[in-house]
């Protein structure tokens, strides 16, 4: 593996931002690295060199690659790494047997200051059996690293991957909005699989805390409850809406969307298959259309996709469109249409 360049580079006196996880610290790892830490010290070998090679078996999903993901994440993690006073006490009573002094002060003063890192870069496609990092330093030191560099690796690179082969099926002229935050593994899953989607290839993700931390763009939609809080149209108070220009205002957009229901139900071409929607769907579609005319996008399973959904959405994409607004999509259960 050649030695380059590849992220932030550990050198004294720079300072690299610690995990984006505040749990992810070296104690993030398996007790038996720090019972082999603790021998390899008593038997005088823990600052012998030692090399590591992280790599893996078989691609994921029985696919054909992998992206690699979570490299600034274990860059982070090293270039941080420092045991705290409490850490440590913690450390000496986990440890089987009594815990000697000198070993005490050997943790006080441990970091990753003489170990190198050799590493693809993030986002690459790689292959089984092909090292994805390799870390150089003194054993113990390097011992300590290996649960979490796993940790941050494994995840990352299967939602990656996971993401990449979603965007081989869509292509490249689909949009991919990641929606996954409410089922995710918990609030780190989340943040890491929102984080590795678009590196793999998604365009924006619903998670504002994702968007916050790494500049993802941020899309979203509304739920199945803000459809059902409507009754009817009459619900709708303001129902004007300037033209997109700002040429003109539709004073009454409720009208020009029924209009178009209308239209919608009883075209010919259609042969009838659209008949009476749902009024507060509608009322619900009308309203958010209304407060987001350049991003309306509907959400049309809360009652019957063909028969109300798809029509009332129709209705009001195309009042939008006489305004010179273009709808940006539609939901139905976890498939978005662009």
């Known amino acids: 593996m050649d030695a380059k360049a590849n992220g932030p580079t550990l050198n004294a006196g720079r300072v690299t931002d610690g995990p984006t996880n505040p749990m992810v610290t070296p104690l993030l790892t398996d007790l038996y690295q720090f019972t082999m830490a603790y021998a390899y010290w008593k038997a005088g070998k823990h600052n012998d060199r030692a090399v590591f ?196 205002t539709c004073e009454d957009f409720v009208s020009l969307v029924q209009s178009w229901i209308s239209k919608v139900q009883w075209s010919k071409s259609l042969s009838g298959i659209f008949g009476e929607t749902n009024q507060s769907e509608l009322a619900a579609f009308m309203s958010y259309a209304l407060a987001f005319p350049n991003n309306f996008l509907a959400l049309v399973d809360t009652y019957d996709v063909m028969r109300s959904g798809i029509p009332n959405f129709c209705a009001v994409a195309l009042a939008l469109n006489d305004l010179g607004y273009v709808a940006k999509a539609y939901t139905y259960g976890k498939f978005i249409f662009l």
């Not at 929102?194 to 763009?217: E, H, Q």
């Not at 009754?231 to 004007?240: H, Q, W, Y």
């Open 53 to 248: 090679d992280l790599y893996f078996r078989k691609n994921p999903f029985g696919g054909e690659f992998t992206v690699f993901a979570g490299l600034e994440e274990c860059i982070k993690l090293i270039a941080n790494f420092k045991l705290t006073e409490e850490e440590i006490s913690f450390i000496c009573i986990s440890l089987p047997g009594s815990c000697e002094e000198g070993f005490v002060s050997y943790l006080r003063n441990i970091d990753c200051s003489d170990v190198e890192v050799y590493a693809i870069s993030e986002g690459t496609v790689v292959f089984p059996k092909v090292p994805l990092l390799r870390v150089e330093g003194p054993v113990a030191v390097v011992q300590l690293l290996e649960t979490p560099v796993l940790n941050l690796v494994n995840f990352a690179s299967l939602v990656a991957t996971n993401a990449a082969r979603h965007r081989l099926v869509a292509g490249k002229s689909k949009m991919l909005l990641e929606f996954g935050l409410r089922r995710a593994q918990g609030p780190d899953g989340a943040i890491s699989a929102s984080k590795y989607c678009y590196i793999g290839g998604f365009d924006a993700t619903s998670n504002v805390a994702a968007g916050r931390l790494f500049g993802i763009p941020l899309r979203g939609t509304h739920s199945h409850a803000f459809v059902s809080s409507f009754m009817s149209p009459d619900e709708i108070l303001d129902r004007s809406l300037s033209s997109s220009d700002g040429s003109s």
